[in-house]
């Protein structure tokens, strides 16, 4: 069970999330505009959903004002179909996105192959390189200094490293880091690769090799 957030400025599709997610056991809140979220809602949710065509406040506006202080998946909803607009939401901090219309099945899927994730608590620490690995807080330090990784970012770097030299196709990162083998997900893996690498690089490291026509892996040390 855990709390999810719903902002949809639909009430049909507010009154479908609220029921979809239900279904699992999870406590689900709605809200009709990005400026209702507060620091409340952001302290209290495990997991939001957050619509990007909303009037006034839109979903990616909502997202960039509360990313720093919040520390759960947010997964956009959205009709449009833009890699620019995809690629500026997982820019501004989003873990996945959900084109509508959606299917239920896929949305309830989704939902809790990100609260899986969030609940794994390894507790190890490990070293690729320059880049220190801390497994249970999740987190990556190069000498010392913490590299800035979204949550998702963490775990695709994660998994990367962990199986360095293996050639990783975006769909198998997908599946391996979310638990979930989704249809729309290769511009939010190939987004997420290129921010991790601008990432890296700002410390000096560029581990993640790209093999063309197939997929990513990380550098053998």
């Known amino acids: 069970m855990a709390n999810i957030l719903a902002i949809d400025d639909d009430a049909d599709v507010r009154d479908l999330l609220k029921k979809a997610l239900e279904r699992d056991g999870h406590i689900v809140k709605t809200l009709r505009a990005g400026s209702d979220v507060t620091a409340e809602h952001v302290r209290w949710a495990d997991c939001m959903l957050l619509d990007v065509m909303m009037p006034g406040e839109d979903g990616f506006a909502t997202c960039q004002r509360i990313r720093s202080a919040a520390d759960c998946p947010i997964l956009f909803?959205?009709?449009?179909?833009?890699?620019?607009?995809?690629?500026?939401?997982?820019?501004?901090?989003?873990?996945?996105?959900?084109?509508?219309?959606?299917?239920?099945?896929?949305?309830?899927?989704?939902?809790?192959?990100?609260?899986?994730?969030?609940?794994?608590?390894?507790?190890?620490?490990?070293?690729?390189?320059?880049?220190?690995?801390?497994?249970?807080?999740?987190?990556?330090?190069?000498?010392?200094i913490p590299v800035k990784l979204?949550?998702?970012?963490?775990?695709?770097?994660?998994?990367?490293?962990?199986?360095?030299?293996?050639?990783?196709?975006?769909?198998?990162?997908?599946?391996?880091?979310?638990?979930?083998?989704?249809t729309a997900d290769d511009s939010a893996i190939t987004e997420h690769i290129k921010n991790i690498r601008a990432k890296l690089r700002a410390v000096g490291c560029g581990p993640i090799e790209t093999v063309w026509g197939v997929g990513y892996k990380w550098k053998r040390e």
């Open 150 to 182: 979204t949550r998702s970012e963490y775990a695709i770097c994660e998994h990367l490293a962990i199986h360095a030299g293996q050639i990783f196709s975006k769909e198998q990162i997908y599946e391996a880091v979310f638990g979930f083998d989704g």
């Open 77 to 144: 909803l959205t009709a449009r179909t833009e890699e620019a607009d995809i690629i500026r939401g997982l820019g501004l901090g989003g873990d996945d996105y959900l084109m509508k219309p959606f299917r239920v099945t896929e949305l309830r899927a989704r939902v809790n192959a990100h609260l899986r994730r969030e609940r794994r608590t390894p507790h190890s620490r490990i070293r690729k390189g320059k880049l220190d690995f801390d497994l249970k807080e999740r987190t990556v330090f190069c000498d010392e």
